[in-house]
């Protein structure tokens, strides 16, 4: 439910676009007890997302990766959300705006319509449309978690307003709804009105718009999408059959060559035509052939060359490099025929194909760019927000901050980690917030059910096709009816919108119903949102029992539907069966620490530090080199070519200074315990090497990355020889040195994409244009050649490729399995290799070989780190965040968080950005004054306990000890709940509360269909 009264203040901040990025800032500022309003132009939030199908690097449906969001958004206290409202100026300055919006006519009553859809089933021409290929779809219901959930009336199309307003049941329908303006006030504002996606029609060779089977990979999104026009079937536009063979075309208005192209790299579009080629081959057959005609394959981000890799490998994907001259009809078939020039000899081919999928890019919209114009910020020559470069998130207006694709073009992932950002330096600006409450305020008082006999409700979801295509829903719930002691089941769609969410309370109040199983996704995705329900319907929040049959049934056996039905109803006899046996319990709490341990004190550690300090945190800064500083010490300039170490200098400074920091160098992590809001973590500090214990509430990891020097190409033998980052300082300290060579050569990928390295280090690229761009202004006759497997100059480093590329830097491609070959040649390097283009050998006598090394995690260091702090890491020892997505920088352990390099290879720029946004998780998490326990901890019997000792051995943390009266005492506020003494108890007088052994012993009794009493 939103919050109607918030009351805008200097203390509230405003989110304008409520895409993933938007919401994302969003439940931040939430979370931390900030008033946020959210506001977006469209009639539901959730901006392109609601329109994917899956996403990208885990292929989950789009569905189940922003529903949480989504419905989260809903019920914060915090949040006022307002679609179909825009901002029309801003007056003013941070800390304290006066913002005017404007909020369209809805011709809708929120209130009343209970999104029946009879409006848009008589009258579809009044109902809004979404554009391209779905033609039925309304853009308010696009998604069955629409928020709001509620049609819009597009009231100029209408003919008939008496007619309509009859066929509302729920008198919803407002004839005179108009334009309403409104003056808010706020302390600072977070832009994140994403970006449009290129529209081929102003093409005029690929046939979009002449032949229906040419579709944009939008439009693509939408076929797959069980939402979509086809309900999820792959079926060509022009018949309705299902296509055999798919190519995609890669950079279509992006890295510019065609007509009203963008010059810049649209960044995801690589990743996510991968994606829907998988798609394609897991979802529908195997057989179906996939072609991706592309110029450099931008596979950058973490662990996303493997991905890659196995849509080549494992779904036999087929990479063409090259970019089609024409899509044409085939006169004969009616198919479509791409001609194309092959790579390897430049000879024109063409190819049939039954549907071709344009990877469009982005492009800031005149109607943001008009925004931006109210606003008053500064764009970039591509009209995206101008950022400086260590302020990635600050537009050039004080107090008005930018995330995702209006910053830059971008993905998910990194859109969430600058949304965090943004809210964290939103905050900053504000005073600090009181302390969230736990209660929404309108839960029904707790129902003591202790002495009712069981009367469960069991709710089956079908999440879209995910659970639906597999088994029949309604069948599963009749079997569950005839379960001991179930008096309701029913299939409730997608379990966890706003609408089933409510029909689940609703049935719960109308039928007395005092246990409740869900039959859903897994427990860890969406198990606190049905908790939630049971709270507001008066019943404690243990009484649920969810029954995985998504993840563990329909996902993994959905080739053998016979089994995942007959699997299903176990899975749901077994809930049933056990939550007769939960019983009401209590959560525990304790107060929380708020200080924060930061591991690393290298630009990312400094600026997490910065940021929560700033915000009046204590913070400890560990870092176990002597001085601080890390990796960026060494680098000289960035691609824009600002002077880093002015930069990094001026940071230790400022950390060094900062009263709330403690900087502790020479800090060896050795023993780590406790829990999320009140951790001890002991160190070993040099040179003395004494030990030290600090308490702090979360703890943020920026322990950075190596610099990898494979032993390859002479590197460490030979002078003439250096890494990228070798010739940085050389530029900037011998530049006479540099005037004097005559012929440098630059390798690519060195210890990168290979078996020992198999990612991509993200930097390369980059490094070897800015060091190729500074050579040559000092050395305008120097040759420079660099040979490249993909140049992967993502968003707008695409500018300084092609600045390269006009200065006269020759890019020279090899394939991974034919290298160059590099020889000793008294003072300079001989470097041997193939010209794909002439197709012969060429010889290159070096005065200098560049290698571009990029990155490697610090293995050893990380796994020692994770030893301590018991964390996940990466098969390539990066830390591992809890979800790729939705949490890109929370890690698995509650209290812990990530930054920077130790998660992944990033630029500096990029880093701060994850500095930022660690430091506004981190703070989410602080901003309570109480840690809540859960309830899930070991009760132990005395009468039973014989004080045997044996959970005093077997607790991995410590916390059992035999007390005065002579039996086991567990501390509540220390157990972890791990159930390992519960295990191991020969007397069985510990029970691991929510686990108890009946309710796991009837979990048996329902599998095995016996009755329970
Ligand atoms: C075909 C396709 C497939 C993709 N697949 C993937 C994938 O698999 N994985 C992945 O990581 N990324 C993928 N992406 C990229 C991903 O969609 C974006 O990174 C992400 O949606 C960016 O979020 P955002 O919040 O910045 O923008 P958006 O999602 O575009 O949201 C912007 C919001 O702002 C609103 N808005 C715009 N202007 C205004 C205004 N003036 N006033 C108020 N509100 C306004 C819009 O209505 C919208 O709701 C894909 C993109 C495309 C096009």
Redesign the pocket.
């Known amino acids: 439910m939103q919050n109607q009264n918030i009351l805008s203040s200097q203390n509230s901040v405003l989110v304008?676009?409520?895409?993933?990025?938007?919401i994302r800032a969003t439940l931040d500022l939430a979370e931390s007890g900030r008033d946020v309003i959210l506001?977006?132009?469209?009639s539901a939030?959730?901006?392109?997302?609601t329109q994917?199908d899956r996403?990208?690097p885990t292929n989950n449906c789009d569905l189940c990766t922003i529903s949480p969001h989504l419905s989260e958004t809903g019920r914060q206290q915090h949040i006022k959300m307002m679609a179909m409202?825009?901002?029309m100026d801003v007056k003013g300055e941070a800390g304290n705006f006066t913002v005017t919006l404007s909020q369209a006519p809805r011709h809708i009553d929120l209130e009343k319509c209970t999104a029946c859809g009879d409006c848009y089933r008589k009258f579809p021409e009044c109902v809004h449309f979404a554009p391209g290929l779905d033609h039925r779809a309304p853009t308010c219901m696009r998604y069955p978690q629409a928020t709001p959930y509620a049609y819009a009336i597009d009231m100029e199309k209408c003919c008939d307003i008496d007619a309509l307003k009859k066929v509302c049941q729920a008198g919803a329908i407002v004839a005179d709804d108009a334009v309403k303006t409104r003056e808010i006030q706020v302390g600072a504002i977070i832009l994140?009105?994403?970006?449009a996606?290129f529209d081929p029609s102003k093409l005029d060779n690929f046939s979009y718009g002449i032949h229906p089977d040419v579709v944009t990979?939008?439009e693509y999104?939408r076929i797959l999408s069980a939402s979509g026009p086809t309900n999820g079937e792959l079926v060509r536009p022009s018949n309705g059959q299902q296509p055999k063979k798919i190519a995609w075309i890669q950079c279509v208005g992006s890295r510019g060559l065609q007509k009203g192209a963008a010059s810049y790299c649209s960044s995801?579009c690589c990743?996510?035509s991968l994606?829907e080629a998988i798609v394609t081959k897991e979802r529908f057959q195997q057989s179906i052939e996939t072609a991706i005609f592309y110029m450099d394959i931008r596979t950058f981000g973490k662990d996303y060359e493997q991905y890659r890799e196995r849509a080549e490998n494992e779904f036999g994907v087929e990479f063409v490099r090259s970019r089609p001259h024409s899509i044409l009809k085939d006169a004969q078939t009616g198919d479509l025929k791409i001609t194309f020039a092959r790579d390897e000899d430049g000879m024109l081919q063409t190819e049939n194909f039954d549907m071709a999928v344009l990877s469009t890019g982005f492009y800031i919209s005149e109607?943001?760019r008009q925004?931006a114009e109210h606003v008053g910020i500064a764009l970039n020559s591509h009209h995206f927000a101008q950022t400086e470069g260590f302020s990635p998130v600050s537009t050039s207006r004080p107090g008005i901050f930018v995330c995702?694709?209006?910053e830059s073009p971008?993905?998910?992932?990194e859109?969430m980690v600058q949304a965090s950002a943004a809210a964290c330096m939103a905050a900053k600006a504000l005073e600090p917030p009181a302390e969230p409450s736990e209660n929404s305020g309108d839960d029904l008082p707790e129902r003591d059910v202790r002495d009712e006999a069981p009367n469960v409700g069991v709710f089956i979801c079908d999440c879209g096709l995910n659970i639906g295509s597999v088994i029949d829903t309604q069948m599963l719930a009749e079997y569950a009816r005839k379960l001991p002691h179930v008096t309701v089941s029913e299939v409730v769609g997608h379990g966890c919108s706003r609408e089933s969410l409510q029909r689940i309370e609703k049935a719960i109040q109308d039928n007395g119903l005092n246990r409740v199983v869900i039959g859903g996704c897994s427990p860890r995705t969406h198990e606190t949102k049905f908790q939630e329900v049971l709270k507001k319907a008066g019943l404690n929040q243990y009484l649920v029992e969810i029954a995985n049959i998504r993840e563990q049934d329909t996902w993994v056996h959905a080739n053998n539907p016979a089994a995942a039905k007959r699997k299903a109803e176990k899975l749901i006899g077994m809930a049933v069966s056990s939550v007769q046996r939960a019983h009401p319990l209590q959560d525990h709490h304790l107060s929380m620490n708020k200080d924060v341990l930061v591991v690393g004190g290298g630009v990312t550690g400094m600026n997490t530090a910065l940021t929560l300090a700033d915000q009046g945190f204590k913070v400890f800064l560990a870092e176990q080199a002597s001085e601080l500083g890390g990796l960026a010490k060494n680098i000289r300039r960035t691609l824009e070519g600002l002077d880093v170490q002015a930069y990094m200098k001026d940071l230790a400074q400022k950390t060094l200074k900062h009263d709330r920091i403690e900087v502790i160098t020479g800090a060896i992590i050795v023993d780590h315990g406790g829990m999320p809001g009140r951790f001890t973590t002991g160190m070993q500090i040099a040179p003395q090497m004494y030990y030290r214990q600090i308490t702090h509430g979360v703890t943020i990891l920026a322990t950075g990355a190596l610099q990898n020097r494979p032993q390859e190409y002479l590197l460490g033998q030979h002078a003439a020889v250096v890494t990228q980052m070798e010739m940085d300082g050389l530029i900037e300290e011998d530049p006479q040195h540099i005037a004097s060579l005559q012929n440098v050569v630059m390798i690519q990928c060195v210890g990168s994409r290979c078996p020992d390295n198999p990612n991509c280090s993200r930097i390369c690229c980059q490094s070897a244009i800015k060091n190729a761009l500074r050579i040559r202004e000092i050395n305008p006759d120097a040759r420079i050649f660099v040979l490249y497997r993909d140049m992967r100059t993502y968003g707008f480093s695409e500018d300084s490729y092609l600045e390269a590329r006009k200065k006269g830097v020759i890019f020279i491609r090899y394939e991974k399995d034919r290298p160059p070959v590099v020889k000793e040649n008294n003072q300079h390097i001989e470097v041997s290799f193939t010209d794909p283009i002439l197709g012969k050998p060429i010889s290159i006598l070096a005065d200098r070989l560049c290698l571009s090394t990029g990155l490697i995690a610090d293995d050893e260091a990380t796994e020692d780190l994770a030893m301590v702090f018991r964390l996940q890491r990466t098969h390539d020892g990066y830390f591992l965040e809890d979800h790729i997505?939705l949490r890109p920088l929370d890690l698995s352990v509650p209290g812990f968080f990530v930054a920077g390099t130790a998660h992944a290879p990033k630029n500096i720029r990029e880093s701060i950005a994850d500095a930022q946004a660690a430091a506004g998780r981190a703070q989410a998490l602080l901003a309570r004054n109480q840690i809540q326990l859960g309830a899930a901890i070991a009760r132990v019997d005395k009468d039973k306990c014989a004080a045997c000792l044996v959970c005093v051995r077997a607790c991995p943390f410590n916390i059992p000890f035999i007390n005065a009266e002579g039996y086991s005492e567990i501390d509540p506020a220390k157990c972890h709940g791990c159930g390992v003494c519960a295990a191991e108890c020969p007397a069985k007088a510990i029970q691991l509360m929510q686990f108890e052994d009946d309710q796991i012993l009837a979990k048996l009794d329902g599998l095995f269909e016996r009755k329970v009493a």
């Not at 506001?39 to 469209?42: C, E, P, T, W």
């Open positions: 304008v676009g409520g895409g993933i990025g938007g506001i977006d132009k469209a939030i959730g901006g392109l997302m994917l996403t990208f409202t825009r901002l994140s009105p994403g970006a996606v990979s939008l999104e995801a990743m996510f994606k109607d943001v925004m995702g694709l209006f971008k993905d998910i992932p859109t997505k």
